[in-house]
C-alpha cells in the first residue's frame, strides 16, 4: 500500500515523513519524490510473540512518498502531484500556526487537485475525440463514443467542484477511469501541523465536517522526540502540558482511512501482521502472502488472534471449537489468523 503526503511549501510536510518513516529527506531531492516505507504499529503483536517465541517476526509496512512542495499560485503543481498518481491513499499536511488557516488551505489544495485531474482527462477528451474523426468500424466507434461520454462525464463534474465518486459510475464507466486514478476518487485524510507549544489541538477536529478525518500535532517536535528515550519523551510532553496524537495513532488512522486493515499468521516458525483491504476475501489473502496459495486454495483455516490471546495456546482454541474453517469468498476481519490449505 501506497500513501502519497502533499502539501505547500513550508506546511512541515517533510517533517512528517521523517517521524513516520524514520528516514530524512535528502535536500538535493527536494523538488523530486521520495518514497521510505513506514512499519504498521500492532498491539497484539507482543502478545503473540511471547506466546510462540517465532524465529522470526514480520510486521506489515507501508509505503510513504514525500512530494515537493506545491506552489499556492498553482503553478506546477499537477506536475508535482503526477508523483502519487499510483498512491492508494492521501494525507494533506496543512500549518496551523503562526496564524495559518488549515481550513482554507485544505479548500486550496482541493482546487488543485480538481485543476490536475482536470487537465488529465481533458488531454484525454481531445485525443478521444481526434479518434472519432477517422473511420472507425462500427463496434469501435461505440466503443470510443462510450469513452468520450464518460470522460465528458467526469470533466463536468469536476468543473463544477461536484467530482464523481466511484459509487456513482457503473462497472463500464469505472473501467474507463480504471487508469486515470484520479485524485479526487483516492481517499484523502487531513494533517495539522501546529505549533509546538499548541494546547488545544482537538480544535482542528471536526473543521472539515465528518466527510474529512482531521488529526493535529505538532510534528517538528514530534519528530524531535523519537531522538529521545520514550520516558524523557514522555517527562518533556508532560512539562510542556501538551495534548500531542502519537506515531501510531497518526498511522493506523492513515490505514483506516485508506480502508485497509491488518491480519495475521502465526506458529513458532514467524508471526506476521498482513495488509488487507476491508472487505477482502480468504482468496485475496491468501494471494497477499503467495500467488500459489491462491491458485491452489482449497480452504482457509481461521482463527481470530483475541481467541489465542484469550486461552493462551491454540490447542486450547481447538479444544473449544473455535477454529473455523472458511472457504474462498470468506470476509476477512481485522485479526484474523490464517492458515490456507492449498493444492501444491
Known sequence: MKIGLAGYQGAGKSSLFQWLTGVAPDPAKSHLEQSAMAVIPEPRMAPLIALY??????????????????????????????????????????????GKDPKSEYQKFHEDLLLADMELVTRRIERVKESLRKTLPREERERVQFELDTLEKI????????????????????????????????????????????????????????????????????????????????????????????????????????????????????????ILRKGGTALDAAGSIHTDLAKGFIRAEVIAVADILRLGSEREVKAQGLVRQEPRDYVIQDGDSLFIKFNK
Open 155 to 274: 470533466n463536468n463534474g469536476l468543473a463544477t467542484d461536484n467530482p464523481v465518486s466511484a459509487e456513482g459510475l457503473d462497472d463500464d464507466e469505472k473501467q474507463v477511469l480504471s487508469s486515470f486514478r484520479l485524485f479526487t476518487q483516492k481517499s484523502c485524510m487531513v494533517l495539522v501541523n501546529t505549533a509546538d507549544d499548541e494546547q488545544d489541538p482537538d480544535r482542528f477536529r471536526g473543521m472539515l465536517g465528518d466527510k474529512v478525518v482531521v488529526l493535529a500535532a505538532p510534528v517538528s517536535l514530534m519528530m524531535e522526540l523519537t531522538q529521545l528515550s520514550p520516558e524523557e519523551g514522555a517527562s518533556l510532553v508532560s512539562e510542556m502540558g501538551l495534548k500531542t496524537v502519537d506515531r501510531d495513532e497518526v498511522v493506523r488512522t492513515m490505514m483506516d482511512v485508506s480502508g485497509q486493515m491488518l491480519f495475521f499468521t502465526v506458529g513458532e516458525k514467524e508471526v506476521r501482521t498482513w
Open 53 to 98: 517465541h517465532p524465529k522470526k517476526v514480520t510486521w506489515a509496512s507501508i509505503e510513504i512518498t514525500d512530494t515537493p512542495g506545491l506552489s499556492r499560485t498553482s503553478e506546477g503543481n499537477a506536475a508535482k502531484l503526477a508523483c502519487i498518481r499510483e498512491a492508494d491513499s492521501l494525507v494533506l499536511v496543512v500549518a496551523g500556526y503562526g
